[in-house]
Structures are given as structure tokens and as C-alpha cells.
């Protein structure tokens, strides 16, 4: 049994999804292990993490209109504004989705489904550098 | 330390929550293991995973009933309508619950709580087929 | 490759969350990994876990204030209400957010970002004893 840890940077410029499935399931596979357990985990609270579909882009950009309306920026609701209007929303929309995500490996590969995507969800307006740890156990 | 994976299929005929419980704690179960971890993955993104308790059928039901009221079908929002009013509905179903679940293995078994149970969501109303990975390493 | 399986019990007193970080981390440092995996697993279904900042704490006020609009205590939605106006809530606001977390262990402690914190998420008014299993393999 093995382990590989990974760091993998990712430029945001504004909030929407990014998808990151390539990037994240390349460097599973290239470990050259057969079964496993991959864990992706974001060091922020204001950006997340989100398995959605990845074939139809109405997909990701309803998933955004969703949640813009479920929690709008700027809400009188919130005390936390030093850090602008979108920061609290951005640690609610964080709270709602994904810090982690664990998928299994198999075959060599992560057992995503067919329609499957991994996406890094941006949530701040500003551009950022958000960093993702990936984890492998498997042999 | 060793690895087991299985894939499990679950017929689902219209949205609502299934206890899958059993099927899943009885697979870890008869690993024979002692301690390890236990990833449930499911392999779509309109239909999900949940613990939530199993004992009073209420609980369940006010679930879907939430749900139903967040994230209403047909809602003039979203624009990816073309797989049908409740496709895009499901989809942030999904988002805003689980599509993996990480487990400790204790004592040979999945250690659960009192009153938790493993569910699968199925969020379209069409009788589907889903399909469940399951991951277990421990020893 | 080794495991680690501990038990701690949080003691709650009223409806917000509990800063957990450092009995997680802690356990997790003292394991001496260089390099792992760490599961944190509540075992309720009326309390749940989340990563988030805690650095200010208006942002976890905040949080509770969103939950509190999303899912209002003695909702006439709900049919559950045997076990008081906020046992249902509770059930749905575990559902939306995590029953586990899962953190990479790298150079010896649990690689949390630098504003994130661990919560236990109370959802319930009375006073609770909370158990989360934490399991932790690597070597």
C-alpha cells in the first residue's frame, strides 16, 4: 500500500465553476496504482468543491443562478460585510457544497461516472489562487 | 492492509429516498476486517447520497417535501430544460447533498450511529438505474 | 501503513457551532504520520460537521443566521414534529451540510488551509452529547 500527495494551483477569475476533472484524474492515474481512494480537499472557505456534470454547460450555469438567488450578495442578513458583499455568501455557498471530495479508484482510474465532472467552485468576484491537496492511498 | 471494492445496483422507481443500510454495512461487514474506512460513491449527478435517520418514515418525507419547496421543478430559472422540468432541479439536489460517503470501519462493522442510515436520492421521477461504488481499506 | 480510531464526546449547550479544531488536529499530530489520511465522522443526524473560517467569528454567526431563514424552527412544511420545532430543521440542515469530513495529513498534521477551522454544527436548542469518531491511516 501507497500513498502520493499532491498540490495542484488553480487561477480563478470570477466566480463561476472550473472545471478540474482533467487535471485531478490525470495525476491519480499517473500514479500507476490499480485500486485506490482519491481525496480532493481545498485549503478556503470561500471556494469549493462540487461533482456535477460536466457535458451540457447549462449545467454549471444554472447551478450558479441557483445559488446567486438562494444566497444573494449583499444580504442584509449578514454582519460579516468587512470583506466585501460576496464574502459571506462565499463562506455559505462553501458550507452548502464540498471541502472534500473522495472517489474511488479503480482500474487504475477514478471511478467517475459517465456524466461525471470535478469542479473547483469560485465564489469571490475578484481573481484568486486557490489550491487544491490531492491525496492517493492504493495500491 | 487490504482493499476491497464492489459495485451495487439500485432500481429506483421515482424520487424519494432508499435505505440502502443494509446492503452497504452487510458488504463491509463480511470483509472480515477489524478497522478501516468505507467510501459509498455514487456514480451520477441526479441522484445522491444522505445519512439521515432511518427509525421514523416522517423524517424522510419531510426531506423530499424541503427539498421540493427549495428547488421546485420546472422553475423558470434555469435554462437547461431540455431533459424535462425536473433534470436541472435534480442536479442541485445533488449539489447541496452528498455524492460520497466516508464511514470508519470499527469493530468489523460501519460505525453508524443510533439512528443513522445510508439513503440513496433519486431525484428524477423516471424509474432509473443507479449504480453505487463501494471502497473499503482497512484490515 | 497503520490506522487510528478515537472517540471524543462534545458537549453542547444550544443551537451554534463548536470550534473543534484543535481536539481534531491535536489527536491527529500526536498519531506521528508523516503523511495520511484523517476522517472526522459525527454519529447524529441532528448535528452535523463543517470546515469554515474561524478566524472572525461573525462569519459563524452569520452562518446560523442563513440556516436559521433557510429552515425555520415550526415550519408547517413539516409532518415530523413529535420531537420538538427544531428536530426536523435539524435533520434538514444535517442534510445540507456534512455527516464527515476528510482531511490529507502532510508533514505530520492535518493540512487545513490557513482560515480554516472544524466545527461541530449543534443544530438542536437542548443541551447534547456529541460523539465523531475520528480514523486516521498513513504512516
Same mark, same amino acid.
Given at each position: 500500500?501507497?500513498?502520493?500527495?499532491?498540490?495542484?494551483?488553480?487561477?480563478?477569475?470570477?466566480?463561476?465553476?472550473?472545471?478540474?476533472?482533467?487535471?485531478?484524474?490525470? %495525476?491519480?492515474?499517473?500514479?500507476?496504482?490499480?485500486?485506490?481512494?482519491?481525496?480532493?480537499?481545498?485549503?478556503?472557505?470561500?471556494?469549493?468543491?462540487?461533482?456535477?456534470?460536466?457535458?451540457?454547460?447549462?449545467?454549471?450555469?444554472?447551478?450558479?443562478?441557483?445559488?446567486?438567488?438562494?444566497?444573494?450578495?449583499?444580504?442584509?442578513?449578514?454582519?460579516?460585510?468587512?470583506?466585501?458583499?460576496?464574502?459571506?455568501?462565499?463562506?455559505?455557498?462553501?458550507?452548502?457544497?464540498?471541502?472534500?471530495?473522495?472517489?474511488?479508484?479503480?482500474?487504475?482510474?477514478?471511478?467517475?461516472?459517465? %456524466?461525471?465532472?470535478?469542479?473547483?467552485?469560485?465564489?469571490?468576484?475578484?481573481?484568486?489562487?486557490?489550491?487544491?491537496?490531492?491525496?492517493?492511498?492504493?495500491?
Amino acid at each position: 500500500m501507497k500513498q502520493h500527495v499532491h498540490q495542484i494551483a488553480v487561477h480563478t477569475h470570477g466566480r463561476r465553476l472550473y472545471d478540474v476533472t482533467a487535471q485531478v484524474c490525470d %495525476w491519480a492515474a499517473a500514479a500507476g496504482m490499480a485500486t485506490g481512494l482519491l481525496t480532493v480537499y481545498i485549503q478556503h472557505t470561500s471556494a469549493s468543491l462540487l461533482i456535477n456534470e460536466n457535458y451540457d454547460s447549462d449545467v454549471v450555469a444554472d447551478l450558479e443562478r441557483f445559488f446567486k438567488r438562494l444566497v444573494p450578495d449583499g444580504d442584509p442578513l449578514f454582519e460579516h460585510t468587512i470583506e466585501g458583499p460576496d464574502d459571506m455568501p462565499a463562506h455559505v455557498r462553501t458550507a452548502l457544497t464540498q471541502t472534500h471530495l473522495s472517489i474511488p479508484l479503480v482500474n487504475g482510474r477514478p471511478a467517475l461516472g459517465t %456524466w461525471q465532472g470535478v469542479f473547483l467552485y469560485e465564489h469571490r468576484h475578484a481573481p484568486a489562487q486557490r489550491k487544491l491537496l490531492l491525496h492517493l492511498i492504493g495500491e
